[in-house]
């Protein structure tokens, strides 16, 4: 039943982002024709250009609800925070694999009083049609982690994260958990609560919030991002 609930949420979707891509299509001369056909009024065609580019070339509706997605990759810079040391942050976010629902995505982020830094690169493989309003992807990938008079932490980074797209390509919240160097006797884990906000048609403003535990410490830190989509 929730895949049901996805696929037609993500339909809505996909036929609000057609209508903004097609809506320089100019009226098909045989549009008179083909609206006696269907029974419809020739004004209703003429002011929907999805309708006519589908009487022209019916789509593969479900087959592009899994494959386009509601969510831009993104690349992103920033400043963050923590205990009142700031500090700065670059990376990538969901660049597609080719037309799969596998992403890559790594950031590096360092305090400018060198205190601390951090490095990671991870895969992403969501799980529902990539057109929903809601996602669920595994993460798998790599973290290190490094801290003034404390060991380092690096190694395997595994977890899962959830997506909730509010506004197609305009905005989303992104809630994650993952666990670096699981088992291990210096095992951190990392939760981030993120949003991302379109500004214009390619910027978005992005925040947000990461809670670290390890037996070596327990802190957080938020962030102010400048997103480019792609």
């Not at 899994?66 to 810079?77: A, D, E, G, I, Q």
Request: hydrophobic share 35%; aromatic share 10%.
């Amino acid at each position: 039943m929730a895949k049901n609930w996805a696929i037609a949420l993500a339909a809505i979707s996909y036929f609000q982002i057609c209508n903004a891509a097609y809506g320089d299509i100019k009226p098909d001369i045989k549009i008179s024709h083909r609206a006696n056909e269907l029974e419809l009024e020739r004004q209703v065609i003429e002011s929907s250009p999805v309708l006519r580019r589908w009487l022209e070339n019916p789509p593969d509706l479900l087959d592009d609800i899994y494959k386009t997605p509601s969510f831009n990759p993104k690349l992103r810079v920033g400043m963050t925070s923590r205990n009142n040391s700031l500090g700065i942050e670059a990376g990538f976010e969901d660049l597609f694999v080719g037309s799969t629902p596998l992403t890559v995505s790594g950031s590096y982020q360092t305090e400018l009083s060198g205190r601390e830094s951090e490095i990671e690169a991870h895969l992403r493989y969501y799980v529902l049609p990539l057109g929903s309003y809601w996602n669920l992807a595994p993460i798998v990938g790599y973290r290190q982690f490094n801290q003034m008079e404390q060991p380092q932490i690096s190694g395997l980074d595994i977890g899962l994260q959830g997506i909730l797209v509010l506004s197609p390509h305009s905005s989303d919240l992104r809630l994650s958990h993952t666990f670096t160097d699981p088992t291990g006797y210096r095992e951190m884990s990392t939760t981030t609560l993120s949003a991302s906000y379109a500004i214009t048609n390619n910027m978005r403003l992005g925040t947000k919030i990461e809670w670290r535990r390890s037996p070596l410490s327990y802190d957080s830190r938020i962030g102010i991002l400048l997103e480019l989509a792609l």
